[in-house]
């Protein structure tokens, strides 16, 4: 099993960035597909990017592609997101998830993902 704790989170104007941490616990961080996902009030969870076990392969969802990278550091059991040029709609819980089965290099459905972390939550004002 691994545990996962987000950070990073909080309050900032249309056009800024944050950079979202996930810590992990374990020493087979590696073995996990990694993914961020976000839920805004009275919406579904959606896929935001996902990396592969070895950082090399990432994927985006088409709103956040050019804004937001993914990346991971293995040997501190960290995933990152960085968010720029953020948008109110970009308003949300976000949620790190971790698969180790072997669904593809990169997993992006929400029932794929086996470990979620407790999120944190991501408000841009206008």
């Known amino acids: 099993q691994v545990q996962l704790v987000e950070s990073g989170g909080g309050l900032v104007q249309a056009g800024g960035s944050l950079r979202l941490s996930c810590a992990a616990s374990?020493?087979?961080?590696?073995?996990?597909?990694m993914g961020w996902f976000r839920q805004a009030p009275g919406k579904e969870r959606e896929f935001v990017a996902g990396i592969s076990r070895s950082g090399g392969i990432t994927s985006y969802a088409g709103s956040v592609k050019g804004r937001f990278t993914i990346s991971r550091e293995n040997a501190k059991n960290t995933v990152y997101l960085q968010m720029n040029s953020l948008k109110p709609e970009d308003t949300a819980v976000y949620y790190c998830a971790a698969v180790s089965r072997l669904l593809g290099p990169v997993v992006t459905g929400t029932n794929d993902y086996d470990y979620w972390g407790q999120g944190t939550q991501v408000t841009v004002s206008s």
């Open positions: 374990g020493r087979t961080f590696s073995m996990y597909a």
